[in-house]
């Protein structure tokens, strides 16, 4: 399956995807990368794989939410692209994107979901001393950091954990987790059935 991947930064999970994905039996091929900020760390290590960038600023779209997701969408459609797995993409996206690339749209999120959407997860995942933290792969709804869960992988919180030692061993799961979810959902064995993945899978 012909997958983009759209990051805003450093692109480490990108980086794990395009890994998996030389492997020849691998069921996705990284043909797109789409970043929304100019100069993204992440565009650098494309380079040398020979996989195309795109940059689509959403800030020449002044707010315009559904302006730059139509760009994006037309990106992506230019490319024949299949899937879409977000790695570290900075934008909510809205209803027109979420519903044109229902059940081929994946999201990574740095926290065991339902629990810690949004940002800051590692921090208050200390605050609120869970012993159990972890990362999640799912489907993209049009709520922010929800849609249907394929994959989770767990770690220990340690007593003596910063943000930054408890993000970094999370963020080891996630580069483990999300090229297994992403072979999941490309070789179509993970679907949406009643809101729910059944052939997902964990860690730890
Ligand atoms: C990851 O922790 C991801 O889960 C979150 O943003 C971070 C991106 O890191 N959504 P990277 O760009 O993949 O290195």
């Known amino acids: ?28 091929e990284i043909a797109l990368v789409v970043s929304n900020v100019p100069g993204a760390k992440g565009l650098e290590r494309v380079a040398e794989f020979g996989i195309k960038t795109a940059v689509i600023d959403h800030k020449a779209f002044a707010g315009d939410r559904e302006g730059f997701e139509k760009a994006l969408h ?22 027109f994107f979420v519903n044109a690339w229902s059940g081929r749209l994946i999201n990574i999120h740095p926290a065991l979901l339902p629990a810690f959407k949004g940002l800051a997860t590692h921090e208050r995942a200390l605050e609120e001393g869970v012993k159990l933290h972890g990362a999640t792969v799912h489907f993209v709804s049009a709520e922010m950091d929800d849609g249907p869960i394929i994959i ?6 340690l007593d003596t954990d910063t943000a930054e030692t408890l993000g970094a061993r999370v963020l080891g799961v996630e580069h483990a987790i999300y090229p297994k979810a992403l072979e999941l959902v490309a070789s179509g064995k993970a679907k949406i059935t009643g809101g729910r993945v059944k052939s997902g899978g964990s860690e730890n």
């Open 1 to 28: 399956k012909k997958t983009a991947i759209l990051i805003s930064g450093r692109g480490s999970n990108m980086g794990a995807l395009i890994s998996a994905a030389l492997n020849k039996d691998y069921p996705a």
């Open 152 to 157: 989770q992988g767990a770690v220990p919180v």
């Open 74 to 95: 037309a990106e992506l459609l230019d490319n024949n692209i299949e899937l879409v797995a977000l790695a570290g993409f900075m934008r909510l996206l809205t209803p």
